[in-house]
Structure formats: C-alpha cells, structure tokens
T-cell receptor, first 116, second 112 residues
Framework: SAVISQKPSRDICQRGTSLTIQCQVD?????MFWYRQQPGQSLTLIAT?????????ESGFVIDKFPISRPNLTFSTLTVSNMSPEDSSIYLC?????????????FGPGTRLTVT | SQELEQSPQSLIVQEGKNLTINCTSS?????LYWYKQKYGEGLIFLMM???GGEEKSHEKITAKLDEKKQQSSLHITASQPSHAGIYLC????????????WGAGTKLIIKP
C-alpha cells in the first residue's frame, strides 16, 4: 500500500491569491497525479507529475494556472494560481505503485479549497 | 458522454436490504477499481478487478468484472449505515499510461 499525506487539509483563500498544496508519500512511487473534484462532480485529472521534468497536463489545464513540481519520487506540489471561486474544489494527490504486471492506485485525503 | 457509465446516480436503501451499483464501458478495461468516498474525505480503496469473470469480496461487499471486461457490479448485502457514501468506479484503458477514467459516482443513502 501507500500512505499519502496532503497539506493543507483545507483552506479558505481570497480571489486572486495562490495556494500551494503538498503531497508526501511514504515510499517511492512510479507515478503521481493531481486530480480535482468539484462539488457534485466526479474526479477530473489535472496532470501527471513527472519526476525531474515538466508535468503533463490534461486538456483544459495549463501550467500557468496549475504549476506542479515533483523534485523526487515521494513528493509533489500543486499550486493553484490566481484563484477564482470556480477553483473551489477538493484537490487530490494520487500515486500508482506497480505490482508486477498490475498496478494499484491510491489517493491522498484531499485538500478542500474554498475561494471567496 | 462519460467513458465509464455508472448507475444509478443515487440510491436510497432500507437498512438490511441488498443493493447493486453498476459500471459499464464500451471499451475493454484494464483494471477496474471501486472506491468509496465519505463527504469531505479522500477516497477509500475497496477492490480492484483485473481478469474477466473475476469476483472479489470484502465483508459484505462483492464486486464482479464480466468476461468481456467491460462491465462491473458492486453488490452490498444486508446494508448498514456505515455503507452510506459515494461509490466511484475507475478503470484503466488498454492504451492508457496507468491513468484512470472515472464514473460519475453513486450516492448511497441508507435509511434506518
């Protein structure tokens, strides 16, 4: 398994400011992802955090808005920049651990962001 | 439209009754995951199915993946208040890079 912690667990931020969310895993993992869950909706993948290189963003998400760092195999950050109320969501860090030819995906507890 | 169709969207069940949630795709799935989410919390991993025809059980929850690996069902027997929450199915696609697609979730309410 993988134990994932996220900081902060929740925050209330003002419009126009930025927030950096940290994700720490208790072991080295192959892949790390950042997801967003807006109220009443299912999970949406924001990007894949690549160790040592730029993150890979999904359609609709850009680096200027959601800069991501992954300096090593156990840690990543997601920044939500120039926030607006539409960015109010739960942001989830997720990791994949390979199990032979299979894999398992785990999720952090999430960061609940409210933008006022 | 969703690549992974999950049904029903919501479900209200009398405590003690059985229930089933379905997850269907038009594509062959590589790894079908069931998660449970309680309000304001992260996702809790329930089960992963990989082989066609596979079935797994944990306590009162049973999940199955059909032979064609395009449909999965999650069955709860003798439901309890602790089963309440949102159930999400996620699956990998054969051509994906370990990324999952997701159903929209099923909100389960247990009536006492």
């Amino acid at each position: 398994s993988a134990v994932i912690s996220q900081k902060p667990s929740r925050d209330i931020c003002q419009r126009g400011t930025s927030l950096t969310i940290q994700c720490q895993v208790d072991s080295q993992v192959t892949m790390m992802f950042w997801y967003r869950q807006q109220p009443g909706q299912s999970l949406t993948l924001i990007a894949t955090a690549n160790q040592g290189s730029e993150a890979t963003y999904e359609s609709g998400f850009v680096i200027d808005k959601f800069p991501i760092s992954r300096p090593n195999l156990t840690f990543s950050t997601l920044t939500v920049s120039n926030m607006s109320p539409e960015d109010s969501s739960i942001y989830l860090c997720s990791v994949v651990k390979l199990r032979g030819i299979s894999y398992e995906q785990y999720f952090g507890p999430g960061t609940r962001l409210t933008v006022t | 439209s969703q690549e992974l169709e999950q049904s029903p969207q919501s479900l209200i069940v009398q405590e003690g009754k059985n229930l089933t949630i379905n997850c269907t795709s038009s594509k062959t799935l590589y790894g079908l995951y069931w998660y449970k989410q309680k309000y304001g919390e992260g996702l809790i991993f329930l089960m992963m199915l990989q082989k066609g025809g596979e079935e797994k059980s944990h306590e009162k929850i049973t999940a199955k993946l059909d032979e064609k690996k395009q449909q999965s069902s999650l069955h709860i027997t003798a439901s309890q208040p602790s089963h309440a929450g949102i159930y999400l199915c996620g699956a990998g696609l054969m051509d994906s890079n370990y990324q999952l697609i997701w159903g929209a979730g099923t909100k389960l309410i247990i009536k006492p």
